[in-house]
Nanobody, 124 residues
Framework: QVQLVESGGGLVQAGGSLRLSCAASGRPFSSYAVGWFRQTPGKERDFVAA????????SYADYVKGRFTIYRDNAENTAYLQMSSLKPEDTAVYYC?????????????????WGQGTQVTVSS
């Protein structure tokens, strides 16, 4: 198993930036594909970004393309989500997830392991 802990959320003004971290422990992190998802109250958890095990492929939801960047440091067992040009509609709890696959995965059901989430609030 792998355990995931997100950090880096907070309150930011529209147009600002935040970097979320997803620290992994347990099995070698480099074996896992990673995804970021977000969720607002009463709604489903939505895909944000994904990165494959060796970081040579990434994918993004249309609503974050050009503003968010996913990357990882396998030596540090950490994945990141750099968020820029934040909008109030980006307000959500952000979750990282991991799955021991070699591809890119954009669906909640693709992932076996989840962090506890970190709150991001963007004020207008």
């Amino acid at each position: 198993q792998v355990q995931l802990v997100e950090s880096g959320g907070g309150l930011v003004q529209a147009g600002g930036s935040l970097r979320l971290s997803c620290a992994a422990s347990g099995r070698p992190f480099s074996s896992y594909a990673v995804g970021w998802f977000r969720q607002t109250p009463g709604k489903e958890r939505d895909f944000v970004a994904a990165i494959n095990w060796n970081a040579d492929s990434t994918s993004y939801a249309d609503y974050v393309k050009g503003r968010f960047t996913i990357y990882r440091d396998n030596a540090e067992n950490t994945a990141y989500l750099q968020m820029s040009s934040l909008k109030p509609e980006d307000t959500a709890v952000y979750y990282c997830a991991a799955w021991r696959g070699k591809g890119l995965y954009e669906n909640v059901w693709d992932y076996d392991y989840w962090g506890q989430g970190t709150q991001v609030t963007v004020s207008s």
